[in-house]
């Protein structure tokens, strides 16, 4: 026994807990299914910012694309979260992807008869956020339902790998099925993609909520009271805001690319993508997270590292250093974002769930965009080097005084989850 098992100790330190997939054929489904249908939604979303720009021309009528979907999704998360809160999880789940469905199959349609509109892919954008504000919240709730508490972190880190590779893999296929046989068949892989979510929704047990919260405005209302009661809670969502509204230099990257590299639109790219890399490789590598019970000091050491690497590449003035340390920053948010909804996963009642995960959304949607007009803002009154930099170390010394007001996040146990 001991020669079989001692060679499996290294890759379990190191590689993704696979643990989850074993144990539970629901959570298993559910993964396969959210990996394959996330793939096919960045593949749709690529192809919709393409297909706006062939029927306008513009740069800006591209750019509403992405106003046009997170609006809804930051207006509409708190109530996807009270509504998952309110309603049976799995039907929920399953109604808002047969929405997507029909979303996908509706671009295809068009595509095929020749109906270029951009009021109808503004459109589709929106309810698109729309039916995903309701089916984040309810998702993420059925999760400690489905796996016990010890193997949230590992699957969390899955999750992670889901949805960066699916960022990564799904606008190339995207931009490749467009060339080769036209929008139509972008939506049309993407619609049979969602067969996968709705089998893993279809097969899950029932998931109504454990204490029958009320729906509507009320509902709303008492989640976030029961947010303003639990202090280790909000800091989960004060931490991430530190790093992505101080330390967010998505929106400097072509200024950077040119000023600091000599570079061009593939520079941009490259910058774009090193934060995406660093954070599937904190996915792939991440079976020592299993093993970490101080997740507030877990978090408040990433983010600080997130801040740290990202003011060392207001530095840097060599491409590819500077690659190094922005996939660093994607590391530190991967582990920091594990451990997060770990704790917003076992630290909140069931019946509190939805909500929370709908506040969730909110401040993941609207951080990083807060994040790129400070960074535009303060790269024009002072520069680009000035904002990032600067950015990097506001967030670490925020992070420093929130560790200081709130001292018992820092020891928060994962063994005794206290909000």
């Known amino acids: 026994m001991t020669g079989t098992t001692t060679p499996s100790r290294p890759r379990r330190r190191i ?19 959210g990996t394959v249908s996330w793939t096919g939604q960045a593949m749709t979303a690529l192809a919709i910012s393409l297909q706006v720009y062939d ?29 998952a809160d309110s309603v049976d999880r799995r039907k929920l789940g399953l109604y808002s992807s047969l929405g997507l469905t029909a979303l996908s199959v509706a671009l295809a349609a068009a595509a095929l008869l020749d109906y270029h509109r951009v009021w109808l892919l503004y459109a589709v954008v929106a309810l698109q956020a729309l039916c995903g504000a309701l089916a984040g919240p309810a998702r993420s709730a059925m999760i400690p339902r489905l796996l016990p508490a010890e193997q949230l972190p ?64 009320a509902s709303v209302l008492d989640g976030l009271r029961f947010l303003g009661t639990r202090p280790n809670i ?29 570079g061009d639109a593939r520079t941009v790219g490259l910058l774009v993508a090193a934060p995406a890399v660093g954070a599937l490789l904190g996915g792939l590598f991440s ?7 101080r997740h507030g000091l877990a978090i408040l050491l990433s983010v600080a590292a997130w801040g740290l690497a990202i003011a060392v590449f207001g530095l840097t003035r060599n491409l590819w250093l500077g690659l190094f340390f922005l996939a660093v920053a994607g590391c530190a948010d991967t582990v920091s974002m594990v451990f997060r909804t770990t704790m917003l996963q076992t630290a909140t009642p069931d019946g509190m769930r939805g909500r929370l995960q709908g506040v969730f959304i909110v401040v993941v949607a609207g951080g990083p965009r807060l994040g790129d007009f400070l960074a535009g803002t303060a790269a024009d009154l002072t520069s680009p080097a000035v904002a990032i930099t600067g950015g ?12 200081a007001r709130w001292r018992n996040f820092a020891r928060y146990d994962a063994r005794s989850p206290q909000a």
Request: proline share 4%; glycine share 12%.
């Open 55 to 83: 029927i306008t021309g513009s740069n800006f009528a591209v750019g509403l694309v992405g106003l046009f979907s997170l609006v809804p999704l930051v207006a509409f998360g708190l109530y996807g979260g009270a509504i």
């Open 15 to 33: 590689l993704a807990d696979l643990t989850p997939l074993r144990t539970s054929a629901d959570y298993r489904r559910l993964w396969i299914g």
């Open 234 to 262: 909000r800091m989960t969502f004060f931490s991430d805001l530190a790093a992505m509204v101080l330390a967010h230099p998505r929106a400097l990257f072509p200024a950077v690319a040119v000023l600091w590299y000599g």
């Open 154 to 217: 590992a699957a969390n880190a899955l999750n992670s790998v889901t949805m960066t590779s699916g960022t990564m893999a799904g606008p190339v296929l995207g931009g490749l099925i467009v060339g080769w046989w036209g929008y139509q068949a972008a939506y049309l892989i993407d619609a049979v993609t969602f067969a996968a979510a709705l089998y893993a929704m279809w097969r899950l047990p029932s998931m109504l909520p454990e204490g029958g919260a009320r729906q509507g405005r």
């Open 392 to 403: 990097g170390l506001a967030c670490v010394l925020v992070v420093v005084l929130l560790a």
């Open 287 to 293: 079976g020592w997270q299993g093993r970490v019970h």
